[in-house]
């Protein structure tokens, strides 16, 4: 990974990342001394989501007028600002809830289009050959922030304070800010001309979707697995430690923990066994999906504490390894000017999915038991597995069209 663009990106993001992960930690910690309010506290990442999502929802519009990168620097130079102003009302006053959560909604609507942006950008800015690499870097850097990030910032908040925290976020966000400066795009224009009708703009992302036979297919997997993927997620965790393994909420952390050492492993592997991947692709797309399906139903029936913890930490290997596989598939068969609003549906269809899922999990486990959550979920994957199967075609011949055209070159 010799291009400096690609560096500029992947360490910008992290910065911007790891920045998002302590403002959120730090303004927790204010906000609950002040109001001593769970209620108040869930709104949080609530309004956060709302943001995400409306801000995903509507990016086509953005991407058909404006440079992925002029969009990317507009997103960090904004939230910059924004969080200064946010950052310097909270250390003057004990915070408004109104204003504050304002805040936290245009922060996140002014990131809701940086992802999508920035992972349509990286096939410009490295090579077809580096392109598992590149998402492999992409994924290992988010996970050991997710990993780390959290932890580091509860150390700050507990060492430093709250305010302390948030100053440290913007000095991560102004070096985010400089480094998306640094990028030089090759395809430095817009995707469309904007002149388009906002609806038919709008559709953009849909139509390229629907139209593709592997972008449909891949996208029938990722609602699929939107879906089941809900069970690992705190509430659900918390639970089964409570009621199957009959464990101290410790363990709720620990069975976190291990699962995202296990995304990062799996990340790890990818980056190092490229060459490798990008020949089996689709043999390790589809193996990768079997092995999530069973691990979850075996986690599910399992009642022995250090079994789930080794269980959680091979279905992160796993999901890693599947979601770079079709990140992969994604980059190199779409053109530059329909990714970002393929990843700005694809981000809306995810986030409005994985949040009625939420719900529909929460009272299921409530209603028949965790463990019937675990065993629907891991039903799920596997019809994901099954149709993957049923559909090899659409990816054989995706990578046969790919390596001809290398030959060609």
């Known amino acids: 990974m010799k291009s400096v663009s690609f560096r500029s990106l992947w360490i910008g993001q992290a910065f911007a990342n790891l920045g998002d992960v302590f403002y959120i930690v730090g303004m927790i910690s204010m906000m609950y001394s002040v109001s001593q309010s769970a209620f108040f506290l869930a709104l949080l990442p609530f309004i956060n989501t709302v943001g995400r999502f409306a801000s995903g929802y509507l990016s086509p519009l953005l991407f058909d007028k404006y440079r992925l990168k002029s969009l990317l620097c507009f997103s960090q130079i904004s939230k910059t600002v924004v969080f200064f102003g946010l950052a310097l009302w909270l250390t003057w006053t004990d915070g408004v809830f109104s204003f504050v959560l304002f805040g936290v909604f245009l922060l996140a609507f002014l990131d809701g289009w940086a992802d999508p942006a920035s992972r349509a950008m990286l096939p410009r800015l490295v090579g077809k050959e580096e392109i598992v690499r590149a998402n492999s870097l992409f994924s290992v850097v ?14 700050l908040v507990a060492w430093l304070g709250g305010r302390s925290v948030l100053w440290i976020t913007f000095l991560l966000f102004v070096v985010a800010s400089g480094l998306m400066l640094l990028i030089r795009d090759r395809t430095n224009v817009a995707v469309g001309t904007g002149e388009a009708p906002a609806a038919s703009v709008l ?3 849909w139509q390229a979707i629907w139209q593709t036979p592997v972008f449909r297919s891949i996208h029938i997997v990722l609602f699929l697995e939107s879906m089941a993927n809900v069970v690992w997620i705190a509430a659900i965790i918390y639970v089964f430690v409570s009621e199957v393994l009959d464990k101290s909420e410790a363990w709720w952390g620990y069975i976190n923990t291990t699962f995202f050492i296990g995304l990062l492993l799996g990340g790890l592997l990818t980056a190092v066994y490229a060459r490798l991947m990008e020949r089996h692709l689709f043999r390790l797309l589809l193996w990768s999906a079997i092995a999530v399906s069973i691990f979850t139903v075996v986690f599910g029936l399992n009642r022995a504490a250090i079994m789930a913890l080794v269980l959680s930490v091979l279905f ?9 596989a079709m990140e992969t598939y994604l980059q190199k068969k779409a053109e530059p000017e329909d990714l970002p609003n393929i990843y700005g549906a694809q981000g809306a269809l995810t986030s409005l999915t994985f949040g009625i899922a939420s719900l529909t999990m929460g009272a299921l486990a409530e209603a028949f038991g965790v463990q019937s959550v675990f ?14 199967f049923f559909m090899r075609g659409r990816f054989l011949v995706t990578l046969k069209s790919e390596h001809k055209e290398e030959k060609t070159v």
Do not use: D, M
């Open 203 to 205: 559709k953009r992302g």
């Open 142 to 155: 988010s996970q050991v922030i997710q990993l780390g990030g959290w932890a580091l910032g509860g150390v």
């Open 316 to 324: 992160g290997i796993c999901e890693q390894i599947k979601s770079i």
């Open 375 to 388: 065993l629907l979920a891991g039903g799920l994957l596997a019809a994901s597995a099954g149709y993957l």
